[in-house]
């Protein structure tokens, strides 16, 4: 059964830099599928960060990707994100997930992992 | 950037009832739209994808249709673990956007 997990700080102070892990099991992360990142603030509607295969291949959302590094780590099966010069705006909950790339679906999800950002 | 429109966004019905949402797209974008079901506290759950193909595992009362620009989740029986925000997502181009979500809440 495959399931992600995520782990990092629950709180970040404002101008630093994000980092987030998610550990995969069940599945080998160099093994296919894509693998991404999508947030939600708290009370509002999902925001799609970034979708990547290991082999390197990346799908950006513009509007973040100048703030965002995304890296692979398949000998830990996990994979990380960091966001720098985060606002308050950046609060939000951060799920990392697995993603079929044939129909772009999003077929499994961690629980998510709250992210504050205040000074 | 493609916006993803759903109607309506929140609803009341009771157990048993027939309910759809509506899911507009500003430009076409085949059939690249996955639909999600999101309980209080939890992840997104898949529940649909290209459309109208049904996620392993999830209940045959649930159903999607629509090409191009105008989608639909149809719930056939509204049961009470159905009671959730739904969220529409297109696939068609960067960057994937998401429906503002529709909440479903009990009559």
């Known amino acids: 059964q495959v399931q992600l997990q995520e782990s990092g700080p629950g709180l970040v102070k404002p101008s630093e830099t994000l980092s987030l892990t998610c550990t995969v099991s069940?599945?080998?992360?160099?093994?296919?599928?894509?693998w991404g990142w999508i947030r939600q603030p708290p009370g509002q509607g999902l925001e799609w960060i970034e979708t990547?295969?290991?082999?390197?291949?990346?799908y950006h959302n513009p509007s973040l990707r100048s703030r965002v590094t995304t890296s692979v780590d398949t000998s830990k099966n996990q994979f990380s994100l960091k966001l720098s010069s985060v606002t308050a705006a950046d609060t939000a909950i951060y799920y990392c997930?697995?993603?079929?790339?044939?129909?772009?679906?999003?077929?499994?999800w961690g629980q998510g992992t709250l992210v504050t950002v205040s000074s | 950037d493609i916006q993803m429109t759903q109607s309506p966004s929140s609803l009341s019905a009771s157990v048993g009832d027939r309910v759809s949402i509506t899911c507009r797209a500003s430009?076409?974008?085949?059939?690249?739209l996955n639909w999600y079901q999101q309980r209080p506290g939890k992840a997104p759950k898949l529940l649909i994808y290209?459309?109208?193909s049904l996620e392993s595992g999830v209940p045959s009362r649930f159903s999607g249709s629509g090409s191009g620009t105008d989608f639909t989740l149809t719930i056939s029986s509204l049961q009470p673990e159905d009671f959730a925000t739904y969220y529409c997502?297109?696939?068609?181009?960067?960057?994937?956007?998401f429906g503002q979500g529709t909440k479903v809440e009990i009559k």
């Open positions: 997930a697995r993603v079929v790339f044939t129909s772009k679906q999003i077929d499994y």
């Open positions: 069940g599945y080998s992360i160099s093994s296919g599928y894509y």
């Open positions: 990547f295969h290991h082999s390197g291949t990346t």
């Open positions: 430009q076409s974008i085949s059939k690249y």
């Open positions: 290209a459309a109208s």
């Open positions: 997502q297109q696939s068609y181009g960067t960057p994937w956007t």
